[in-house]
Structure formats: C-alpha cells, structure tokens
C-alpha cells in the first residue's frame, strides 16, 4: 500500500476535520453492529445469509457499550466513505476515508487521548500525525 507522511499542511489538516460529521448515512439505512457481523477474509458478511454487508456500521465501546468507539460505512463486506474511531473520552482517536477498502486521502491519527492546552502546540500535533493517501477518486 502506498503512504506518505505530510508534515506541514495545515490546510489538509482543516479538511480531514470536516470528515467528522460526514459519516453515518448509507441509504437511510439503520447502522448495524460491527459487532453483530461476521470477519471473513478480510471481509465483513451477514453471519445469517454469509452475504458481504453494505450500510452504515458502528461499534461501542466495550466496558461502555452506550458509548460509540467506531461509526462508519461498509459496501460489499468492505469498508467504504468516511471512518471515524474515537478515544473513550470522545477525542477522535482516527479518522479518515476509504474507496473500495483501501485508506485513501488524508488521515488524522490522534494517539493522544487529552488534547494540549495550547492551540498551537494541539495543531502541529495534529500536522505531524497526519497521513496522505492516494486521492479517494484515483482508487474507485
């Protein structure tokens, strides 16, 4: 798999972080449980019908089970769209986007579960956890 590391976009950075609010609709579909599908080769199926699944997913936390950990989207057993997983203080742990199971785009890695103090400390954190993907358009 391609990657680049980017350390200095702060524009890049300010677009992933619209990527939040993006995910969740698939169709008008209600999300599924991760939890409720099952693994198969790398790809997520119906454990009732062994069918490849496709629609908006979620998986809570597991000592928090009302608490959202993972929300996104799968299309034919793979992930596809926006991915978000949180901490478990709500602090967006990963995020970023997928085009026929593949990372693409840019990516935010937050390993930090509390945010710095300073807001610029917090954005050159933000810059040098990024990760550059190929474009979403070029994978699908």
Same mark, same amino acid.
């Given at each position: ?30 999300? *599924?449980?991760?939890?409720?599908? =099952? /693994? !198969? &080769? ?12 496709? %629609? ?10 009302? *608490?959202?950990?993972?929300?996104? =989207? /799968? !299309? &034919? ?12 203080n %709500?602090?967006?742990r ?28 917090q ?15 070029e994978?699908?």
């Amino acid at each position: 798999m391609r990657h680049r590391r980017s350390r200095g976009s702060l524009s890049v950075v300010l677009l992933s972080a619209g990527l939040v609010g993006l995910v969740g609709s698939c169709g008008g579909a209600a999300p *599924q449980d991760l939890q409720d599908l =099952s /693994l !198969r &080769d790398s790809l997520y199926v119906n454990p009732s019908t062994g069918l490849p699944f496709s %629609g908006p997913v979620f998986k809570p936390f597991p000592d928090i089970p009302e *608490q959202v950990q993972l929300e996104g =989207s /799968l !299309r &034919d057993g793979f992930w596809e769209g926006e991915l978000v997983v949180y901490h478990a203080n %709500g602090r967006v742990r990963y995020m970023g986007s997928f085009a026929e199971g593949a990372r693409c785009g840019p990516w935010t890695e937050n390993a930090d579960s509390v945010a710095t103090e300073s807001v610029y400390d917090q954005l050159v954190r933000e810059v040098e956890s990024m990760g550059l993907y190929p474009p979403c358009e070029e994978l699908q």
